[in-house]
């Protein structure tokens, strides 16, 4: 009974640290927060407690493990014995042969290219249109809007404005808001299959879990955009401006697709391994220097322990229990100053008993949103390019967008606290 308290308590106070910073408290529709929680609620029931749902992620568990072992063989070939394959030498240390760069984030290079060509072949821009819908009719906003929200829980946060980037120019300030909140909110599937690569053994079926935490988080990111930011007039009906098709990413051929793909998953591969040891060096930096402070219950300061103090109380909201929620409030943390990436290799990492099976399956879905202050960046360049026009505003609405996205997949925990 407590816990359901709790994690009704813990949205109620969401949606109000959203009202109170709102921009036009008066023009908040009540209907839209409705409409929001119930769309949460209604998918985690049927994907989550519906009996037979889950054998329908069976193929996409499938699926991932021979994306995994494909890209092994890849690597394997590629790089050798440092890329997972077979070593010139006798190996004493199994567990310390592990290299992050070359064995498992090779994987963002094949799923990249696998997404290019589903989109030129129609087959994810079909799936993409069927949440769009479902998105519209829930909440009357404007084809573009719900166009971009659904793409956002399949492709990036640059990626999925670039298909409705004829209308970007034209947008409201509310919907341009709701177009970077759900970037902030969800995930894309070029990074889902490699966080579930990292979840494997922590939490049962984290493909399954990845994905329902990315589309349960659209509804709640388009709740807390409305909430902060309503529009300026109630429109009596829903825009009626088209779906825009998806020419951005018109490829010439299947090849054309694969080769493209596979060169834009390259500088993902990248840019993942460079933030990656630049964050890991600058927390390290930074704990260097807390270790001057005097020991606080007989341990030293860490920037982990300073997050979980500052985030305890909110993921507690979500349905933690108390004696656990330092342990997640630092991942939390973790997540908003550096990134998901790094949280949830934390979580995997946890030792046995520092969370219960409940809390990794609320954090698991608290922490799948790109809302950091590495991803505000990224946003706000790529959003800034395709509507240079609108720079400025982009610039304004940013950290309210990180702030928004952060309580919105902190809403998606709640929900799955009271579900689960």
């Not at 519906?50 to 494909?70: I, K, Y």
């Not at 606080?296 to 979500?318: N, Q």
Request: some cysteine; charged content about 10%.
């Amino acid at each position: 009974m407590f816990t359901l308290f709790q994690g009704l308590l813990g949205l109620a106070v969401m949606v109000l640290l959203a009202w109170m910073i709102s921009e036009r408290r008066t023009r908040v529709r009540p209907r839209v927060i409705v409409a929001g929680l119930l769309c949460q609620f209604g998918l985690a029931a049927v994907l989550l407690k519906f009996p037979g749902t889950s054998r329908l992620f069976e193929p996409l568990t499938a699926l991932v493990q021979a994306l995994q072992q494909a890209s092994a063989a890849g690597s394997a070939f590629v790089f050798g014995f440092i890329g997972g394959g077979a070593a010139p030498y006798a190996v004493t240390s199994p567990s310390n042969g592990f290299v992050l760069a070359f064995q498992a984030l090779p994987l963002v290079l094949v799923i990249s290219a696998l997404s290019a060509l589903l989109f030129h072949w129609r087959i994810l821009p079909l799936v993409v249109r069927a949440f769009s819908w479902l998105l519209q009719k829930a909440f009357g906003i404007s084809g573009p809007v719900g166009f971009a929200s659904a793409a956002n829980v399949f492709v990036g946060m640059t990626e999925a404005p670039l298909l409705i980037r004829p209308y970007l120019a034209g947008m409201s300030r509310s919907e341009l808001f709701a177009v970077m909140v759900t970037g902030m909110a969800t995930i894309a599937g070029t990074v889902m299959a490699l966080y579930a690569t990292f979840l494997e053994g922590s939490i049962p079926d984290p493909v399954r879990h990845l994905l329902i935490a990315s589309l349960i988080s659209a509804p709640a990111a388009l709740l807390i955009a409305h909430v902060m930011i309503p529009p300026g007039q109630d429109p009596a009906e829903p825009q009626a401006a088209p779906l825009p098709p998806p020419e951005q990413l018109r490829y010439h051929s299947a090849m054309d697709a694969v080769t493209r793909g596979t060169l834009d998953g390259l500088q993902l591969w990248l840019n993942i391994i460079a933030m990656l040891l630049v964050l890991v060096a600058l927390v390290h930096l930074v704990n260097l220097g807390l270790a001057w402070l005097p020991a606080v219950d007989g341990a030293p300061l860490t920037l982990e322990r300073l997050l979980g103090w500052a985030m305890a109380p909110i993921v507690w909201l979500t349905g933690i229990p108390w004696a656990e929620s330092m342990t997640a409030g630092a991942l939390m943390g973790v997540k908003t100053v550096l990134n998901e990436f790094i949280a949830y290799l934390q979580l995997a990492g946890l030792p046995e008993g520092a969370l219960s099976e409940r809390s990794r399956l609320i954090m698991t879905y608290s922490l799948c949103g790109f809302a950091n202050i590495g991803s505000l960046g990224i946003l706000i360049g790529g959003l800034g390019a395709l509507a240079p026009e609108r720079r400025g505003e982009i610039v304004v609405l940013g950290l309210r967008a990180l702030y928004a996205g952060t309580l919105a997949t902190l809403m998606t925990g709640a929900v799955v606290g009271l579900i689960i």
